[in-house]
């Protein structure tokens, strides 16, 4: 997974330059021609470059899950069990859970993951249902996080350096979500698919 989101993040960014080299090479004629659609009032090259890679942020992401599937409801306190915290996972076919302080359902005091499950409770022989989840989680101060503004190119880069699947979503010290490197993929992806189009036709003249 990690190739992957480093290798859709150097071919966006080829792609992207090559097409608007492209736009910039064409000389003369190109250029009056973006002149005469400047006069009408269409879009040029600049303001086109303006929409650019890399503009879609974590709040987009959040958005377009919708509030059921953005991961602000995927939780358990330190108190509860690490036996139930995985069944809790395993319920919703997810690989993390957000840990809140007991009490205050939006005060982040860490995570669990499948990871800290097999390395702290499987291998070490521990018991999972006496072991408390506060016990094993990586906590808050440890924890790497994104807010909704942060951009999505941005988020990959930190979950691919720290190898890393989930990050959670923070804003003023309170939980909003978490998203997972599928996420952040699929949103690079789907943002390079619709540049080139937009650079496609504007090339084709569309514009």
């Known amino acids: 997974m ?4 480093r290798l859709v993040q150097v071919q966006g960014r080829a792609l ?3 097409v608007l080299q492209h736009l910039r090479v064409e000389g003369s ?3 009056s021609t973006i002149q005469a659609r400047k006069e009408s009032g269409q879009p040029s090259k600049d303001s086109l470059e303006e929409h650019g890679f890399e503009r879609s942020t974590i709040a987009d992401i959040l958005k377009e899950k919708g509030q059921k599937a953005d991961g602000s409801w995927l939780w358990c306190t330190v ?5 139930d915290a995985v069944k809790h996972m395993t319920s919703h076919n997810v690989g993390a859970l957000l840990v809140v302080k007991p009490g205050e359902a939006k005060a982040l005091a860490g995570i669990i993951t ?3 499950y ?9 018991s999972s249902k006496t072991t408390k989840v506060g016990d094993i989680m990586t906590e808050e101060n440890k924890l790497i996080t994104v807010s909704p503004d ?3 190119l941005r988020a990959m880069e930190l979950m691919t350096d720290n190898r890393i699947r989930h990050i959670p979503v923070v804003e003023n010290k309170e939980m909003k979500g978490m998203v997972s490197i599928g996420d952040v993929v699929r949103a690079v992806v789907d943002e390079h698919r ?3 189009q937009r650079l496609s036709s504007f090339i084709q003249g569309s514009y």
């Open 79 to 83: 108190d509860e069990t690490v036996y």
């Open 118 to 126: 097999l390395r702290k409770i499987i291998v070490q022989g521990r």
């Open 194 to 196: 619709e540049e080139l």
């Open 2 to 5: 990690q190739g992957l989101a």
């Open 29 to 31: 004629a190109f250029s």
């Open 16 to 18: 992207s330059g090559s």
């Open 150 to 152: 942060t951009k999505v």
């Open 114 to 116: 499948e990871r800290d």
